[in-house]
C-alpha cells in the first residue's frame, strides 16, 4: 500500500513485460523481506522499539510473526543462484527471506540479550488500543477524490493510491496497525525448492 511497494510492483511489471519482448534475457526477480543487519535493523525497530528507544513495546500477546531476511542470507542466495542457474528458459521469480519468520517477542528477546541494542524494559500494549490510536489519527485526514499516477508514453498507470475515496494518507496510517497485530510472512518454499539452505539468522546475526 505505500508508495514503495506500488513502485517495486510497477518496476516487476515493467521487467516481465521487457523479457516477455525478448529485449531482457535470463531474467530472475527477487522479492525480498525487510533486510537486516547488526547495523541496520529498522523494520524490527519499528514494530518493538519505542521513539528514542526508551523502552521495548509489546503489542498485544507478542507471538505475530514477520519474515525477515538477513543481509548475508541475501548475498548468498545471490552467489547461489549465479553458480547454479545457467540460461533459462522461462521468468524466475522468487521470495527471498530468512528460513523461519520471527515472533516479535523473539526479536525483543534477541535485542535485549544482544549488547547491540539496548537493554530497556518492556511495555505491553493491547492491540485494540493501537486500532483505536491509528482510527483517531486516520480521522484527521480528510477524504480526497481517488486519483492514480500515470507514466509518459503509452505504459498503464500506476494503482491509484487513493481507494474508495480515502485518503492515501489515512489508508497508510490503518495499515499501521495492520503491520503490528497480524502475521507478515513471506511464501519461501520456492527459494527453498532451489536446494538453498539459509544459514543466518536473527540469533546468528546479533548474538554471535
Known amino acids: 500500500s505505500s508508495d514503495y511497494a506500488v513502485s517495486k510492483l510497477d518496476a516487476e511489471r515493467r521487467l ?20 537486516y543487519d547488526r547495523d541496520w535493523s529498522f523494520n524490527f525497530d519499528r514494530r518493538v522499539l519505542a521513539p528514542f528507544r526508551m523502552a521495548y513495546i509489546r503489542f498485544g500477546s507478542g507471538l505475530q510473526r514477520m519474515s525477515a531476511l538477513a543481509r548475508p542470507n541475501l548475498v548468498d542466495f545471490i552467489e547461489f543462484l549465479i553458480h547454479r542457474l545457467r540460461r533459462l528458459t522461462q521468468i524466475k521469480i522468487f521470495n527471498v527471506c530468512d528460513a523461519d519468520p520471527y515472533e516479535f517477542n523473539t526479536i525483543i528477546r534477541v535485542f535485549k540479550k544482544s549488547g547491540i541494542r539496548p537493554n530497556r524494559p518492556v511495555i505491553s500494549v493491547p492491540l485494540p488500543a493501537v486500532w483505536l490510536a491509528t482510527r483517531i489519527a486516520g480521522s484527521l485526514f480528510f477524504n480526497k477524490p481517488p486519483h492514480a499516477i500515470t507514466t509518459k508514453h503509452e ?32 511464501d519461501n518454499e520456492k527459494m527453498l525448492g532451489t536446494g538453498f539452505r539459509p544459514v543466518h539468522s536473527l540469533e546468528t546475526i546479533f548474538l554471535s
Open 16 to 35: 516481465i513485460a521487457l523479457s516477455n519482448d525478448g529485449i531482457i534475457r535470463n531474467l530472475v526477480i527477487l522479492r525480498l523481506a525487510p533486510v
Open 155 to 186: 505504459n498503464p498507470p500506476l494503482p491509484p493510491f487513493s481507494k474508495g475515496g480515502i485518503s492515501y494518507k489515512k489508508e497508510w496510517i490503518h495499515s499501521c496497525y495492520d503491520k503490528l497485530a497480524s502475521d507478515l510472512v513471506f
